[in-house]
C-alpha cells in the first residue's frame, strides 16, 4: 500500500491511542494523509499529535475546514482520497452510517466518499454483541463498506472479551490485502479445518492436536484474494470467519458427507483438516463405566482416504492437501503427493514443538509435480496461508492457460 491519498477517521474510544502509530506507518510507507476527528476522539488522543506525524491539517469539524478557506469540505475531502478508514469506530458511529445520519464533518465527509471505505471497531464485548450493533453492522456490509471483526483480547474494562481493536500491522495488512487484484475472484474455494473426533461411548472420542489455525488462515487468505469460500470446519477453539459459507462437524463420516456434497461445487479443495485415520468399529450406545471396567478394548478400523478418492473423481478441479510428518518429510510427502493425485502438498514436520499443531507459527514446504520444492521457513501461520493461496492462484492461471 503505496503513494495512496487516505482519509483517516478517528472516534472516540480508548484505542484512539493507538492510531498514531497506524498513521506513522501509513506515512512511512509514502502515503498522504489527512485525518478527521470528533471532538470526542481529541479527548484521546491530540490533534497536535496526528498533524506533527502527518504532516496535513487535522479536521474537527466544520469550523475548521472554513478557516482553511474550504466551505464544502464535505465534498472536496471526499473527491481527495482514494479511500476511507475509520479507525477506531465506535458502535455511535456504526448507528449513525447504518441509519444515513450525517451531523458532523465526519459522517457528512463519509456518506458523501463513493471510495472504498474501511471500518475497524473497537468497543466493550457487551455493545458490539448488541443486536443493535450487529444489525447496523449488517447494514454496512450492505451498503459495501468492508468492515474488519474486533478480536478477542484484553479490553480496557479489565477483562478478556470480543471488541478489542486489531493490532496496527494486521489492520494495515487486511487493507492491502483488500486492495490487491483479486486474483481469485470468480473461483469458489473449498477448505476443510481443525480436527475430527471419533466417538468411543457418548462421553469419549478419540481426537488429535489440531487447532485449526492453519485451514482458517488459509479461508481468510482466499477471501482476500476475492474467492467465494465454503470453510468445512472440525473441532477447534479459533473464532469462525465470517464472509463465508460454514460447516461445522465432528466425526470423519460428518466430514465424508459434507465433501461429497460441496466438492463438486468448488473450483479447489484445500485440505488442511487433521482427519482421523481410523474410527472406533464397535461405538459403545452407552457410557462405559469405569468402575465397572478395569480394562476396556477398542477395535480401530481404518478409514478411506478422502483425498485418494476425491483425486479419483475430480473435473479440472485442483486438490491440495496436507503432510503431517516426523521423518523422511520431503520423501514421504513426495510419495504422497503422486498416490493422491495432488496438485499441490503442503509438507511439516509435526515432531518439533515449537511449530505445527497449536501453535501460531509453522514452516512448511511446497511441494507440486513439476516445479522445485518451495521451502517457507519459520513464520506465522497467516504469512504462510496468503504464500498458499498465491500459489493456487498461479496453478490456476497455468491450467486455464
Same mark, same amino acid.
Given at each position: 500500500?503505496?503513494?495512496?491519498?487516505?482519509?483517516?477517521?478517528?472516534?472516540?474510544?480508548?484505542?484512539?491511542?493507538?492510531?498514531?502509530?497506524?498513521?506513522?506507518?501509513?506515512?512511512?510507507?509514502?502515503?498522504?494523509?489527512?485525518?478527521?476527528?470528533?471532538?470526542?476522539?481529541?479527548?484521546?488522543?491530540?490533534?497536535?499529535?496526528?498533524?506533527?506525524?502527518?504532516?496535513?491539517?487535522?479536521?474537527?469539524?466544520?469550523?475548521?475546514?472554513?478557516?482553511?478557506?474550504?466551505?464544502?469540505?464535505?465534498?472536496? !475531502?471526499?473527491?481527495?482520497?482514494?479511500?476511507?478508514?475509520?479507525?477506531?469506530?465506535?458502535?455511535? &458511529?456504526?448507528?449513525?452510517?447504518?441509519?444515513?445520519?450525517?451531523?458532523?464533518?465526519?459522517?457528512?465527509?463519509?456518506?458523501?466518499?463513493?471510495?472504498?471505505?474501511?471500518?475497524?471497531?473497537?468497543?466493550?464485548? *457487551?455493545?458490539?454483541?448488541?443486536?443493535?450493533?450487529?444489525?447496523?453492522?449488517?447494514?454496512l456490509n450492505l451498503d459495501g463498506y468492508k468492515i474488519m471483526?474486533? =478480536?478477542?483480547?484484553?479490553?480496557?474494562?479489565?477483562?478478556?472479551?470480543?471488541?478489542?481493536?486489531? @493490532?496496527?500491522?494486521?489492520?494495515?495488512?487486511? &487493507?492491502?490485502?483488500?486492495?490487491?487484484?483479486?486474483?481469485?475472484?470468480?473461483?469458489?474455494?473449498?477448505?476443510?479445518?481443525?480436527?475430527?473426533?471419533?466417538?468411543?461411548?457418548?462421553?469419549?472420542?478419540?481426537?488429535?492436536?489440531?487447532?485449526?489455525?492453519?485451514?482458517?488462515?488459509?479461508?481468510?487468505?482466499?477471501?482476500?484474494?476475492?474467492?467465494?469460500?465454503?470453510?468445512?470446519?472440525?473441532?477447534?477453539?479459533?473464532?469462525?470467519?465470517?464472509?463465508?459459507?460454514?460447516?461445522?462437524?465432528?466425526?470423519?463420516?460428518?466430514?465424508?458427507?459434507?465433501?461429497?456434497?460441496?466438492?463438486?461445487?468448488?473450483?479447489?479443495?484445500?485440505?488442511?483438516?487433521?482427519?482421523?485415520?481410523?474410527?472406533?468399529?464397535?461405538? /459403545?450406545?452407552?457410557?462405559?463405566? /469405569?468402575? =465397572?471396567?478395569?480394562?476396556?478394548? &477398542?477395535?480401530?478400523?481404518?478409514?478411506?482416504?478422502? !483425498?485418494?478418492?476425491?483425486?479419483?473423481?475430480?473435473?479440472? *478441479?485442483?486438490?491440495?492437501?496436507?503432510?503431517?510428518?516426523?521423518?523422511?518429510?520431503?520423501?514421504?510427502? *513426495?510419495?504422497?503427493?503422486?498416490?493422491?493425485?495432488?496438485?499441490?502438498?503442503?509438507?511439516?514436520?509435526?515432531?518439533?514443538?515449537?511449530?505445527?499443531?497449536?501453535?501460531? @507459527?509453522?514452516?512448511?514446504?511446497?511441494?507440486?509435480?513439476?516445479?522445485?520444492?518451495?521451502?517457507?521457513?519459520?513464520?506465522?501461520?497467516?504469512?504462510?496461508?496468503?504464500?498458499?493461496? *498465491?500459489?493456487?492462484?498461479?496453478?490456476?492461471?497455468?491450467?486455464?492457460?
Open positions: 500500500m503505496h503513494h495512496k491519498k487516505i482519509l483517516l477517521y478517528i472516534t472516540g474510544g480508548i484505542a484512539s491511542y493507538k492510531v498514531p502509530a497506524l498513521v506513522r506507518m501509513l506515512v512511512k510507507n509514502d502515503n498522504d494523509i489527512k485525518i478527521i476527528m470528533t471532538k470526542s476522539a481529541t479527548k484521546f488522543v491530540t490533534p497536535l499529535t496526528l498533524e506533527t506525524l502527518c504532516k496535513n491539517k487535522v479536521y474537527v469539524d466544520f469550523e475548521d475546514a472554513f478557516n482553511e478557506g474550504d466551505y464544502i469540505p464535505h465534498v472536496s !475531502l471526499a473527491k481527495w482520497a482514494d479511500f476511507s478508514m475509520i479507525v477506531p469506530a465506535t458502535a455511535n &458511529i456504526i448507528g449513525k452510517l447504518a441509519n444515513g445520519i450525517a451531523d458532523d464533518l465526519v459522517t457528512s465527509t463519509l456518506i458523501a466518499s463513493n471510495h472504498p471505505k474501511y471500518i475497524v471497531p473497537a468497543m466493550n464485548d *457487551q455493545m458490539w454483541e448488541n443486536p443493535a450493533t450487529q444489525r447496523n453492522v449488517k447494514q471483526d474486533p =478480536e478477542v483480547g484484553f479490553l480496557a474494562e479489565g477483562y478478556n472479551a470480543k471488541g478489542r481493536m486489531p @493490532e496496527i500491522e494486521d489492520i494495515y495488512n487486511w &487493507i492491502q490485502n483488500d486492495l490487491l487484484p483479486k486474483s481469485l475472484s470468480g473461483k469458489s474455494i473449498l477448505v476443510t479445518a481443525g480436527g475430527t473426533q471419533e466417538p468411543i461411548d457418548p462421553v469419549r472420542f478419540i481426537g488429535n492436536y489440531s487447532s485449526g489455525k492453519m485451514g482458517i488462515q488459509i479461508a481468510k487468505a482466499a477471501k482476500n484474494l476475492g474467492a467465494k469460500v465454503t470453510l468445512i470446519i472440525g473441532a477447534t477453539n479459533q473464532i469462525i470467519p465470517t464472509g463465508m459459507k460454514v460447516i461445522k462437524i465432528k466425526s470423519f463420516k460428518d466430514l465424508q458427507k459434507a465433501l461429497y456434497s460441496e466438492f463438486p461445487k468448488n473450483d479447489v479443495l484445500i485440505m488442511a483438516a487433521a482427519v482421523s485415520d481410523y474410527h472406533v468399529k464397535n461405538t /459403545a450406545n452407552q457410557k462405559i463405566k /469405569a468402575k =465397572e471396567n478395569d480394562e476396556v478394548q &477398542i477395535t480401530l478400523e481404518r478409514n478411506p482416504n478422502l !483425498l485418494r478418492n476425491l483425486g479419483k473423481s475430480t473435473h479440472n *478441479q485442483l486438490l491440495i492437501g496436507f503432510a503431517a510428518e516426523t521423518n523422511h518429510l520431503i520423501e514421504n510427502a *513426495q510419495f504422497e503427493l503422486k498416490n493422491k493425485n495432488l496438485d499441490m502438498l503442503i509438507a511439516n514436520d509435526v515432531s518439533r514443538t515449537d511449530i505445527g499443531f497449536g501453535s501460531d @507459527e509453522n514452516e512448511v514446504y511446497l511441494i507440486t509435480p513439476n516445479d522445485p520444492v518451495e521451502k517457507i521457513k519459520k513464520t506465522t501461520k497467516k504469512q504462510i496461508a496468503q504464500r498458499i493461496v *498465491q500459489k493456487v492462484a498461479s496453478l490456476m492461471k497455468k491450467e486455464e492457460d
